[in-house]
């Protein structure tokens, strides 16, 4: 068992038990162990390794990966419901595009529309708009915890807690463009697909069920936050799926394929898909295939958190595609106790949830933990299966954080 930040799980719980936040840096570091390496991704900014042309906004403010296509949030930067663009996280498949609108077009097409067309940017915003909040979160985010937790090293990009965020969008609903169309009665799949190149298949494409296209709240989005939508999120055009992984809200749409049979690329067969023991095969996929996210809540804080001794109002996120969050709890003893925290009003349509909880921080090392449940009753659990690609991890998060 080998990678970025791996423990196996006697020493993390050894670690947690011992005295949280130094004890599991230390053991996360730890090279004297045979089933421990150096973290791969430092918490430091890593912005600087990035090449130029890879992004259009500022990377300083985000935790930029060294795969140069991921740039993590920092929660402690968000203080709001919605999330402001400097601050709004980035994952793509290849570079940011730079597309001429004026040239810009999205077909329509397959054996499920019965007058395949084109439109243009003025054709879509002449159509009837939607404003939704919602959160958009990639499919690996907290994938570094089953490493970290679990003591299993999943693939990808090792992401902590930054993999999220919290938007205002603006577009016209998939299902007014599908019908423009005349999307038939007998279709099946959905297939979106971006302009951004991707080996073997062109395009960054996923395919949606003709039910969750046509869902008044599956949008083509071109906006965010009041502004048009920005080039690293998609510009001129994107889907936006609420509720669904990061991977099937396509960005740089160019077509739309509608057919009437089910169908599969690398992104519901070998990627996307969790993969495992515990997961039986779904079609052509050797497991299941990721598609609605999962509930999950996260501190607003450094990775590790330095604090003060003293009152703290610590605050959070929390976000379910169930409903909204009805109640977030802390613990500062590995889930042994919990405490209420309080869950702010302002949930609106898919927005995630800020908590916070009052603490009175005494010197030494804190493994602060955090779980949340919906007004449908689902709450975060206490261990998941293990899936090799890291998806969809939502156990509690242990923050490591240092009061002096």
């Not at 402001?84 to 498949?93: A, H, K, S, W, Y």
């Not at 889907?239 to 740089?252: D, H, I, T, Y």
């Not at 449908?376 to 969809?392: H, V, W």
């Amino acid at each position: 068992m080998t990678g970025p930040a791996s423990i196996n799980r006697r020493r993390f719980l050894q670690a947690l038990s011992a005295g949280g936040a130094a004890a599991v840096l230390a053991a996360c570091g730890d090279s004297g162990d045979p089933e421990a390496t150096p973290a791969a991704e430092p918490i430091a900014d890593e912005a600087a390794t990035q090449p130029a042309s890879a992004w259009f906004k500022d990377t300083t403010p985000f935790i930029a990966h060294d795969d140069g296509k991921s740039l993590e949030a920092r929660l402690e930067n968000m203080d709001g419901l919605i999330t402001p663009e400097r601050f709004f996280f980035v994952r793509n498949n290849s570079v940011s595009l730079d597309v001429d609108v004026d040239s810009w077009r999205l077909s329509i097409e397959g054996d499920a529309v019965a007058n395949p067309r084109t439109f243009t940017d003025d054709d879509i915003r002449a159509l009837p708009s939607r404003t939704l909040v919602c959160y958009l979160e990639c499919a690996g985010n907290h994938r570094a915890m089953f490493g970290l937790v679990q003591g299993r090293q999943a693939k990808g990009t090792q992401w902590k807690t930054g993999g999220v965020s919290n938007g205002e969008w603006v577009g016209v609903p998939l299902r007014d463009v599908l019908t423009q169309a005349g999307i038939t009665d007998d279709a099946v799949s959905v297939l979106l697909i971006g302009l951004d190149a991707e080996s073997p298949e062109q395009g960054f494409r996923r395919v949606l069920p003709v039910a969750k296209a046509l869902h008044p709240d599956t949008l083509l989005a071109y906006g965010l936050n009041g502004e048009e939508l920005p080039r690293d999120h998609g510009y001129p055009l994107r889907a936006l799926v609420p509720g669904w992984v990061g991977s099937s809200n396509v960005k740089w749409l160019g077509r739309i394929v509608v057919s009437k049979e089910r169908l599969w690329t690398r992104n519901n067969t070998t990627s996307y898909v969790l993969i495992g023991d515990d997961y039986a095969p779904e079609g052509q996929a050797p497991g299941k295939v990721a598609t609605t996210q999962v509930i999950k809540s996260a501190l607003a804080l450094p990775w590790p958190a330095l604090l003060n001794a003293g009152a703290h109002q610590v605050h959070g996120y929390a976000h379910s595609p169930e409903g909204p969050i009805q109640r977030v709890e802390w613990s500062l003893d590995s889930g042994a106790t919990w405490h209420e925290a309080t869950v702010r009003e302002g949930q609106v349509q898919y927005s995630w949830a800020r908590f916070d909880f009052e603490w009175d921080a005494r010197p030494g090392e804190h493994t602060v933990m955090t779980r949340a449940t919906d007004a449908a009753g689902n709450t975060q659990p206490d261990e998941i299966p293990f899936n090799e690609k890291g998806y969809l991890f939502n156990q509690p998060v242990p923050h490591p954080v240092r009061v002096t």
